[in-house]
């Protein structure tokens, strides 16, 4: 097994870029994932990756299982797993994956469209929402930040992974999207979240920044605004635990 010390090597000078820049993600068409867990459940879902860097030490039976099925697998210094990570306590792992590319499922009934969905870790945490709560399909709309941001894949937690996330104009979503219902959560709306019959067909939910309300975009795509009716002059919950308390409260009643 190669064992890496320097910065200048192909392998991390890859790593480094995909890390740091969205551009190079797009032109080389792959991402990099930090950690045992991420890494095994890409690989796990059935996505290789290109290659796998690790320091010594770190969980050697993953990765030597690794190596034995194919996987180029090599071991690196402390400095070089720094330099291609960018988390204060670097776990050890980091592999370079391909970006997966899914396809719109067809029959799609339960949809999650994301309107300006800025912040990281809101994104992170409304994907690993989403599969949680069984959503058929994520749709980040224009203006969201890049899913695959090393932030977003780390409080994604592998949702990436097991469900489809497709990035949309608004005219695709126009086009591709042929749901019984399209509901938008915004303060004010007209029907309580737990009011809607989320059983009775299938249905969109778009879900955007408290900070700046629904796009105009958003609006004309919507049929029904809906909203979580708030105690004490509260104004707005913050979006990812907005999209959680609907996306849940939906699952509850097909459940039932």
Same mark, same amino acid.
């Given at each position: 097994?190669?064992?890496?010390?320097?910065?200048?090597?192909?392998?991390?000078?890859?790593?480094n870029?995909?890390?740091?820049?969205?551009?190079?993600?797009?032109?080389?068409?792959?991402?990099v994932?930090?950690?045992?867990?991420?890494?095994?459940?890409?690989?796990?879902?059935?996505t290789?990756?290109?290659?796998?860097?690790?320091?010594?030490?770190?969980?050697?039976e993953? @990765?030597?299982?690794?190596?034995?099925?194919g996987?180029?697998?090599?071991?690196?210094?402390?400095?070089?797993?720094?330099?291609?990570?960018?988390?204060?306590s670097?776990?050890?792992?980091?592999?370079?994956?391909?970006?997966?590319?899914?396809? &719109?499922?067809?029959?799609?009934?339960?949809?999650?469209?994301?309107d300006?969905?800025?912040?990281?870790?809101?994104?992170? @945490?409304?994907?690993?929402?989403a599969?949680?709560?069984?959503?058929d399909?994520?749709?980040?709309?224009?203006?969201?930040?890049d899913?695959?941001?090393?932030?977003v894949?780390?409080?994604?937690?592998?949702?990436?992974?097991?469900?489809?996330?497709?990035?949309?104009?608004?005219?695709?979503?126009?086009?591709?999207v042929?749901?019984?219902?399209? &509901?938008?959560?915004?303060?004010?709306?007209?029907?309580?979240?737990?009011?809607?019959?989320?059983?009775?067909?299938?249905?969109?939910?778009?879900t955007?920044?408290?900070?700046?309300?629904a796009? *105009?975009?958003a609006?004309?795509?919507?049929?029904?605004?809906? @909203?979580?009716?708030?105690?004490?002059?509260?104004?707005?919950?913050?979006?990812?635990?907005? @999209?959680?308390?609907?996306?849940? *409260?939906?699952?509850?009643?097909?459940?039932?």
């Amino acid at each position: 097994m190669e064992h890496i010390t320097s910065k200048q090597n192909t392998k991390v000078k890859l790593a480094n870029a995909l890390l740091s820049r969205a551009r190079t993600r797009k032109k080389e068409g792959k991402i990099v994932l930090e950690g045992v867990r991420l890494v095994r459940d890409a690989w796990l879902n059935g996505t290789v990756p290109e290659f796998v860097l690790h320091t010594p030490g770190t969980d050697d039976e993953f @990765t030597d299982k690794l190596a034995r099925t194919g996987v180029d697998v090599s071991s690196v210094s402390d400095e070089v797993m720094r330099y291609v990570t960018d988390t204060q306590s670097p776990q050890g792992v980091v592999g370079v994956f391909p970006v997966p590319q899914p396809q &719109y499922p067809a029959g799609a009934a339960r949809v999650l469209i994301l309107d300006a969905i800025s912040d990281p870790g809101n994104m992170g @945490t409304i994907l690993r929402t989403a599969a949680g709560a069984g959503v058929d399909v994520v749709i980040p709309a224009p203006g969201c930040v890049d899913t695959y941001n090393p932030k977003v894949l780390r409080s994604g937690m592998g949702a990436h992974f097991r469900l489809p996330v497709i990035d949309m104009t608004w005219e695709q979503i126009a086009a591709d999207v042929q749901v019984d219902a399209v &509901y938008l959560a915004e303060g004010g709306g007209e029907q309580n979240y737990d009011d809607v019959d989320w059983a009775a067909g299938s249905w969109a939910l778009i879900t955007g920044s408290e900070a700046h309300g629904a796009s *105009e975009a958003a609006q004309q795509f919507a049929t029904t605004p809906i @909203t979580i009716p708030m105690a004490h002059q509260t104004e707005s919950l913050n979006a990812a635990i907005a @999209t959680a308390v609907i996306l849940f *409260e939906a699952a509850r009643q097909h459940r039932q």
